[in-house]
Antibody
Framework: QVQLQESGPGLVKPSETLSLTCSVSGGSISSYYWSWIRQPAGKGLEWIGRIYTSGSTNYNPSLKSRVIMSIDTSKNQFSLKLNSVTAADTAVYYC???????????WGQGTLVTVSS | DIQMTQSPSSLSASVGDRVTITCRASQSISTYLNWYQQKPGKGPKLLIF???SLHSGVPPRISGSGSGTDFTLTISSLQPEDFATYYCQQSYSPPPTFGQGTKLEIK
């Protein structure tokens, strides 16, 4: 059973860059799409984007100008960078494996990132 | 973006009850519709994909149906572990979008 674990700073200052890593264990990172999804407290889920093992990416147009995703197959990890953050970016961030491109079928437990000075 | 609207937003039911949650898409999405269950402090779990296909390990008391714009998730006999929040999600057109959630509470 593949397991995903998010890691990174829990507190980021406004205007700085949020950086998270997702470590994949129990299976290979190859030949799948991998996504980031976030959930502000008490609210619904927002898809941020996805990356394939080749490095090809697709981002949500609402965040595209601020997002960069990368993947390191040798470490079985993929990463998210979101720049110029504001309080509106405060959320629990999930990484997930996707089947068929846009169906997350295996999620991490999530990590809370708070944007505050 | 395709808007997904769930109803009801919350629902109270008892163990053994049959419950149905509805999801409506703002345009036709064929059967590109998934359902997730989320418990407090945990990541969502995939229950149903492609509108009616049961994900591995999901009990058969959970089922999904629908196509086009209207979809339903049915739990035939509620168990204590089913009390959670449920989300629908369209995977038809990027960006994938989610419903606002339905919180299923114990009566």
């Amino acid at each position: 059973q593949v397991q995903l674990q998010e890691s990174g700073p829990g507190l980021v200052k406004p205007s700085e860059t949020l950086s998270l890593t997702c470590s994949v264990s129990g299976g290979s990172i190859s030949s799948y799409y991998w996504s980031w999804i976030r959930q502000p407290a008490g609210k619904g889920l927002e898809w941020i984007g996805r990356i394939y093992t080749s490095g090809s990416t697709n981002y949500n147009p609402s965040l595209k100008s601020r997002v960069i995703m990368s993947i390191d197959t040798s470490k079985n990890q993929f990463s998210l960078k979101l720049n110029s953050v504001t309080a509106a970016d405060t959320a629990v961030y999930y990484c997930a494996r996707c089947r068929g491109g846009y169906t997350p079928d295996n999620w991490g437990q999530g990590t809370l990132v708070t944007v505050s000075s | 973006d395709i808007q997904m609207t769930q109803s009801p937003s919350s629902l109270s039911a008892s163990v053994g009850d049959r419950v149905t949650i509805t999801c409506r898409a703002s345009q036709s999405i064929s059967t590109y519709l998934n359902w997730y269950q989320q418990k407090p402090g945990k990541g969502p779990k995939l229950l149903i994909f492609a509108a009616s296909s049961l994900h591995s390990g999901v009990p058969p008391r959970i089922s999904g149906s629908g196509s086009g714009t209207d979809f339903t998730l049915t739990i035939s006999s509620l168990q204590p572990e089913d009390f959670a929040t449920y989300y629908c999600q369209q995977s038809y057109s990027p960006p994938p979008t989610f419903g606002q959630g339905t919180k299923l509470e114990i009566k």
